[in-house]
């Protein structure tokens, strides 16, 4: 375990991060039956954009496999895999993860997201995403947030661009989304970003 992961959350529950409205925070065997009903409702919404769904996703034992993995990932400081609630009613609106956090020369980190349907285009995710960058810049202390779509998904640039990541690049055949190898562009917001060191994308527009 690294040093700094106390401060990040306890190892049985992992970190919780409050939002304007929402909050985030680690998936637990309870939100089970919430989250498979949600995906199950939102699946023709989300597969163009995500990879193939294994065949046992939504059950029970796939999702405890899915927590482990994620209590992993947190414990070695990997990846902080998250769902997004409503404040107030404690509603699972979707789920936001970080993951291949690398360390190093890098201090780097890969943004993924996704809305269950009947809470898209609210601003729902971009209130998630602006809840997470502080616990990216200033809990976790890395350097850098990346992010990638495919050049269609108009949701997930508007996203992005909104919360001040900058399009940094193109790259071919980068992930196999829908059982394709699909072109995606790259987005990052890096810490002078965020400190307000940089012109571009200096702050989040509002
Ligand atoms: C991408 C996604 C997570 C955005 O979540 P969301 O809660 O709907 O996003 P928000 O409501 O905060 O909206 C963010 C921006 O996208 C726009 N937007 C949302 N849905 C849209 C749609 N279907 N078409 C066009 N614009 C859309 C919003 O209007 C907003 O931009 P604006 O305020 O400048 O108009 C969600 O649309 C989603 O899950 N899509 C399917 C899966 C997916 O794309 N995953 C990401 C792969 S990279």
Not at 95 to 119: D, E, F, I, K, S
Not at 140 to 154: P, V
């Amino acid at each position: 375990m690294v040093a700094f992961l106390p401060s990040v959350g306890s190892l049985d529950t992992g970190p919780t991060v409050k939002g304007d409205g929402v909050f985030l925070r680690t998936p637990t065997m309870n939100d089970f039956r919430e989250w498979s009903e949600l995906r199950a409702e939102s699946r023709s919404f989300l597969a163009p954009w995500e990879p193939i769904w294994p065949s046992d996703d939504l059950t029970r034992q796939a999702f405890r496999r899915r927590l482990k993995r994620y209590q992993r990932e947190i414990r070695e400081d990997l990846g902080y895999p998250f769902f997004l609630f409503r404040a107030g009613d404690n509603t699972l609106l979707g789920g936001l993860t970080l993951t291949h956090v690398r360390r190093g020369v890098a201090q780097a980190c890969t943004l993924g997201y996704w809305m269950g349907a009947p809470h898209a285009d609210r601003g729902h995710m971009t209130k998630g995403v602006r809840a997470v960058l502080p616990f990216v810049f200033e809990t976790l202390k890395l350097h850098r947030i990346e992010a990638a779509c495919l050049s269609h998904n108009i949701a997930s640039i508007k996203l992005l661009e909104k919360t001040g990541f900058i399009r940094e690049g193109y790259a071919r055949n980068y992930l196999c989304i829908n059982g394709r190898w699909q072109d995606h562009l790259l987005f990052a917001r890096v810490l002078e970003d965020h400190l307000g060191l940089t012109g571009d994308g200096a702050a989040p527009a509002s």
